[in-house]
């Protein structure tokens, strides 16, 4: 079993996922590539204190990049859509000046 402290690496901040926080009370989160649905939902409980309803997951394949004639590649990443509770709520910002 994975650490739950590994698991969940970030929230990701976009304007889909601010709109979705609002209306839907679902928070997206940067994820390890190996976990799945069932470690990332216990992990978001335990770290958070919340009730989770749901958990969707979408991979994103890393895209090669060039610069002159240089060839990179960008990084793989994982991301979970995690959909809390009605009287759940996760804030991420609470006491940031």
Do not use: H, W
């Not at 609002?22 to 590539?33: D, G, I, K, P, T």
């Not at 009730?51 to 793989?76: E, I, L, P, Q, Y």
Request: hydrophobic content about 40%.
């Amino acid at each position: 079993m994975k650490d739950i402290y590994s698991i969940v690496k970030s929230p990701l901040i976009t304007e889909k996922a601010t709109y979705q926080k609002e209306v839907s009370n679902q928070v997206s989160l940067a994820v390890r590539c190996d976990a799945n649905k069932i470690e990332i939902k216990r992990a978001v409980e335990s770290l958070f204190n919340v009730k989770v309803m749901s958990v969707n997951t979408a991979n994103r394949k890393g895209k090669t990049k060039r610069v002159g004639r240089f060839v990179g590649k960008k990084a793989f990443v994982k991301r979970a859509i995690v959909k809390l509770a009605p009287d759940s709520k996760i804030d991420f910002f609470s006491g940031v000046y």
